[in-house]
């Protein structure tokens, strides 16, 4: 009976156990339907109030167009009124003086015709030399109404009716950004994010990026990308911290943005590629992933490492030339097993790199394949995959190595492929460059 009495305990506890995991799981799901209510309505508001924003800025400012459009209409009203009666104006004076000219006139000589004889002689040869002198027969021409304005307003109908056509038109609601972020890569010091389509209807001539720090103290958002590429590496970002980010897209011959994607979070645990400090004959930007060769004095070429092993097989190192002095065969860049002192270049061994006039080399040996030269704007990048983790054949062993990597170094539009054998298992490797001559400057990331 204890034995039954145990059993059901168990299936108990069993069961017990069970509905806890399913509650939690329930309760997890709620969660996630309160989020997704929480964004469905928040996002809606949002919506709403941007809409009204936007129509009432749109009535403000149609309002002031077309009372500035009236006041100039109505000017130039005045301004036409003004200039045509100016001369009827005068016409009117010079008439009506010549009116009082004719009235007094006339009153001097009814009274010369009304005076005695005796000076009625007098009278009437001074009324005859004024007749004369007003000239009777003289008279103002007045203007023909076809020759005067006639002010009328033009009046174009067809403005409401496009003006109804492109509100009708104006702004559109969806239910969903027409592009989402897909991936975010950790890399060192930064993240690769990726973005696509979500609207196959919607076509995208160009693509924003922003990202920001997360958290209460986060920062306001920052451009990171603009372009037509659906990746970017996002590069300074601190390790362990948290940044969001977000893309939106403009439409072919559109200048306004889409809205945002829904922010995504990513960060990055991996050590930014930094450049060793104190090397002769390198000086190096505040944050170590820019070197410059300024001192080709000296007949020596030291060889600039990093800072430490941080490259690691299945990333993709990246140098870019910024800036290029002359080319020299011993010049190099590439990546090596550790950091020897002394070493005057990369073309050693237990080190694969590529000369700045192409060629490239594998534990010191120069390949067959060459890629095209470096120079200003030039980036190579080193890809590695680990090939074997157990020692190979002798006959491997007699070339000097029993570890294996799959090295691809691309530069310009090509790229060679080789495998590399060192003498060693490595998870994480050095990489270095190395200038005769100064004036080169390199960026890694």
């Given at each position: 009976m204890s034995v039954e009495v145990d059993v059901l305990l168990q299936e108990a506890k069993e069961s017990i156990e069970a509905a806890q995991n399913y509650r939690s799981e329930l309760q997890q799901r709620l969660h996630g339907l309160n989020q997704a209510r929480k964004q469905v309505r928040g996002s809606s508001g949002q919506a709403r109030e941007a809409l009204r924003r936007h129509f009432s800025e749109l009535q403000t400012a149609a309002t002031r167009l077309l009372t500035e459009r009236l006041t100039t209409l109505l000017a130039e009203v005045d301004a036409i009124e003004a200039e045509s009666v100016k001369p009827l104006d005068d016409c009117q004076s010079l008439i009506e003086h010549g009116v009082g000219q004719a009235d007094e006139l006339l009153r001097e000589g009814e009274a010369a015709l009304r005076c005695g004889l005796g000076e009625k002689e007098d009278k009437l040869g001074s009324f005859t030399k004024k007749a004369m002198h007003i000239?009777?027969?003289?008279?103002?021409?007045?203007?023909?109404?076809?020759?005067?304005?006639?002010?009328?307003?033009?009046?174009d109908d067809s403005l409401l009716g496009l003006l109804r056509d492109r509100v009708s038109r104006h702004g559109s609601v969806s239910s969903h950004p027409p592009v989402q972020i897909e991936e975010l890569q950790e890399r060192p010091g930064g993240i690769l994010v990726r973005w696509c389509k979500v609207d196959e209807d919607f076509a995208a001539a160009d693509y924003r990026l922003q990202h920001r720090r997360s958290g209460s103290g986060g920062s306001q958002y920052e451009d990171s990308y603009i372009g037509r590429d659906?990746?970017?590496l996002v590069l300074h970002l601190d390790p362990h911290t948290d940044y969001l980010f977000r893309v939106c897209a403009r439409g072919e011959g559109r200048t306004e943005w889409s809205p945002w994607s829904i922010p995504q979070t990513g960060y990055t645990t991996l050590a930014p590629h930094e450049w060793c400090p104190g090397t002769e004959g390198y000086i190096l930007s505040s944050r170590r992933n820019i070197a410059l060769r300024n001192?080709?004095?000296?007949?020596?070429?030291?060889?600039?490492?990093?800072n430490a092993p941080t490259y690691f097989c299945g990333q993709t190192l990246t140098f870019k030339i910024s800036a290029a002095g002359p080319v020299d065969r011993r010049d190099s860049l590439g990546v090596c097993v550790d950091s020897e002192k002394g070493a005057e270049s990369l073309q050693r061994d237990q080190a694969v790199c590529i000369s700045t006039n192409g060629a490239v080399f594998v534990n010191g040996k120069e390949m067959t394949n060459q890629l095209p030269a470096i120079t200003t704007g030039s980036a190579v990048t080193f890809d590695m995959e680990v090939v074997n983790l157990f020692p190979i054949s002798?006959?491997?062993?007699?070339?000097?190595?029993?570890?294996?990597?799959?090295?691809?170094?691309g530069s310009g539009n090509r790229e060679v492929v080789f495998d590399w054998l060192v003498d060693q298992a490595v998870d994480c490797l050095f990489f270095g460059c190395s200038f005769v001559h100064s004036g080169w400057k390199v960026l890694v990331f």
């Amino acid at each position: 009976m204890s034995v039954e009495v145990d059993v059901l305990l168990q299936e108990a506890k069993e069961s017990i156990e069970a509905a806890q995991n399913y509650r939690s799981e329930l309760q997890q799901r709620l969660h996630g339907l309160n989020q997704a209510r929480k964004q469905v309505r928040g996002s809606s508001g949002q919506a709403r109030e941007a809409l009204r924003r936007h129509f009432s800025e749109l009535q403000t400012a149609a309002t002031r167009l077309l009372t500035e459009r009236l006041t100039t209409l109505l000017a130039e009203v005045d301004a036409i009124e003004a200039e045509s009666v100016k001369p009827l104006d005068d016409c009117q004076s010079l008439i009506e003086h010549g009116v009082g000219q004719a009235d007094e006139l006339l009153r001097e000589g009814e009274a010369a015709l009304r005076c005695g004889l005796g000076e009625k002689e007098d009278k009437l040869g001074s009324f005859t030399k004024k007749a004369m002198h007003i000239q009777l027969d003289s008279l103002p021409e007045v203007p023909a109404l076809v020759d005067v304005p006639c002010v009328s307003a033009q009046l174009d109908d067809s403005l409401l009716g496009l003006l109804r056509d492109r509100v009708s038109r104006h702004g559109s609601v969806s239910s969903h950004p027409p592009v989402q972020i897909e991936e975010l890569q950790e890399r060192p010091g930064g993240i690769l994010v990726r973005w696509c389509k979500v609207d196959e209807d919607f076509a995208a001539a160009d693509y924003r990026l922003q990202h920001r720090r997360s958290g209460s103290g986060g920062s306001q958002y920052e451009d990171s990308y603009i372009g037509r590429d659906c990746e970017f590496l996002v590069l300074h970002l601190d390790p362990h911290t948290d940044y969001l980010f977000r893309v939106c897209a403009r439409g072919e011959g559109r200048t306004e943005w889409s809205p945002w994607s829904i922010p995504q979070t990513g960060y990055t645990t991996l050590a930014p590629h930094e450049w060793c400090p104190g090397t002769e004959g390198y000086i190096l930007s505040s944050r170590r992933n820019i070197a410059l060769r300024n001192d080709s004095s000296q007949s020596r070429c030291p060889v600039l490492y990093s800072n430490a092993p941080t490259y690691f097989c299945g990333q993709t190192l990246t140098f870019k030339i910024s800036a290029a002095g002359p080319v020299d065969r011993r010049d190099s860049l590439g990546v090596c097993v550790d950091s020897e002192k002394g070493a005057e270049s990369l073309q050693r061994d237990q080190a694969v790199c590529i000369s700045t006039n192409g060629a490239v080399f594998v534990n010191g040996k120069e390949m067959t394949n060459q890629l095209p030269a470096i120079t200003t704007g030039s980036a190579v990048t080193f890809d590695m995959e680990v090939v074997n983790l157990f020692p190979i054949s002798n006959n491997n062993l007699s070339e000097g190595g029993n570890f294996k990597l799959r090295v691809t170094i691309g530069s310009g539009n090509r790229e060679v492929v080789f495998d590399w054998l060192v003498d060693q298992a490595v998870d994480c490797l050095f990489f270095g460059c190395s200038f005769v001559h100064s004036g080169w400057k390199v960026l890694v990331f």
